[in-house]
Every structure is written in C-alpha cells, then in structure tokens.
C-alpha cells in the first residue's frame, strides 16, 4: 500500500523559512517511473502545484514561487522535503505531497495546514 | 500557462440524480485530462485520467469525456458519499494546472 505523510511546523512567523518533509512507503524514491510532488491549498480555495522531484534528481518548480522554493530528497530514509523561504500570511495553507507517475498525482498525503502569522 | 475553468462553481443535485461538471482549458490539452474529489477534511483523490479512464476503485457511476478543451464529469446516479467539490488537472503542457473547483451540494 502506497502512503504518504507530511510533517512540519503548524505555525510560522512572517519571513522565516518553512522546512515541510514528506516520508513515503509501498513505493522507492529510486523507481524511475515516479516522483514526488508539493501542491498547496489556501483555506477555501482551489490547489496550487509547487514542486516535484524525480529519482534522476529531476527538479522543477512553480515559476511564481521558483525563487523561493527548494525540493530535495533522501531515497534512504524516503523522505522528499519542500523548503519555502520567506513565508508570509498569504502562505498559510494546508499542504499535500503526492506522488506523481505518468503526470498525475496518486495518492495524496493527508496534508498539514502552516499558518503563517506572527 | 494553461488555464483551466471549471463550471459551475456550485451544483446543486438531488441525490440518485445525474450531475455534469464541466472544464474548459484555454489551448489544447488533448485527452491529458484528470479529475479529482476532495472530501471536507480530506485530501483529493484521483478518479479520472485519460480524460475517461477511471482510476483503479472508482465506480462506474463516474465517467469522463471530452478531448481538446472541453471536458466532462458526469456522476450517472448520485451517492451521499458523492456530495464533495471535484477538480480537474490538465498535464499536457507544463506546468500541469488545476481548474478552480465545483462544489457539489445536496439540493
């Protein structure tokens, strides 16, 4: 059974970075037929894609927010992590991880919602 | 960037009633078009890729069509379980683009 899980701090001030990790099972990082992907969700609105990173250590980011983002991963531990600087309350929202195969996202992770206020 | 609009914004439906939901995209996307449910609380789920393919354990009351810039979501008979806002996601072109939603509520 494929899962992911998010995890991070629920709470962030205004400027400081957020630090967001996503630990994966039932599948590898190393496959190369997958990847994972950041996508973000304000309160009441609709999903905004962030990142993805593949097991070749292919990166891409979202062009409105590429200046601040960073994806990584650790196949060992099998975990992907969004680093997002200069949070700001804009940036509060729930964010997911999923796993992208062939371009589409499944599953998902349950999410974490960040706020971001001082 | 694509952009992708979904209508209407909300749907109101009667249970055991069809439901038709609608996404447009601004260019071409071919059949690289899917759908996904969120549940209040929950993360989305994939129902729909291909454009009409259902997702493994995605039952028959969904079905999708459409290529090009027109698609739709149809649920033939609905369930209390269905009642959920639905997202469509085109992946044609980078970067893959998210409509905006339509709730769906129990009339």
């Known amino acids: 059974q494929v899962t992911l899980k998010e995890s991070g701090p629920v709470l962030v001030k205004p400027t400081e970075t957020l630090t967001l990790t996503c630990t994966v099972s039932g599948f590898s990082l190393s496959n190369a037929r997958m990847g994972v992907s950041w996508i973000r969700q304000p309160p009441g609105k609709a999903l905004e894609w962030l990142a993805h990173i593949f097991s070749n250590d292919e990166k891409s980011y979202s062009t409105s927010l590429k200046s601040r983002l960073t994806i990584s991963k650790d196949t060992s531990k099998s975990q992907v992590v969004l680093t997002m600087t200069n949070m700001d309350p804009v940036d509060t929202a729930t964010y997911y991880c999923?796993?992208?195969?062939?371009?589409?996202?499944?599953?998902w992770g349950q999410g974490t919602l960040v706020t971001v206020s001082s | 960037e694509i952009v992708m609009t979904q209508s209407p914004a909300t749907l109101s439906v009667s249970p055991g009633e069809r439901a038709t939901l609608s996404c447009r995209a601004s260019?071409?996307?071919?059949?690289?078009l899917a759908w996904y449910q969120q549940k209040p609380g929950q993360a989305p789920r994939l129902l729909i890729y291909g454009a009409s393919t259902r997702a493994t354990g995605i039952p028959a009351r969904f079905s999708g069509s459409g290529s090009g810039t027109e698609f739709t979501l149809t649920i033939s008979s609905l369930q209390s379980e269905d009642f959920a806002v639905y997202y469509c996601q085109q992946y044609n072109n980078w970067p893959q683009t998210f409509g905006q939603g339509t709730k769906l509520e129990i009339k």
């Open positions: 260019q071409s996307v071919s059949s690289n």
């Open positions: 999923a796993r992208i195969e062939q371009w589409l996202f499944d599953p």
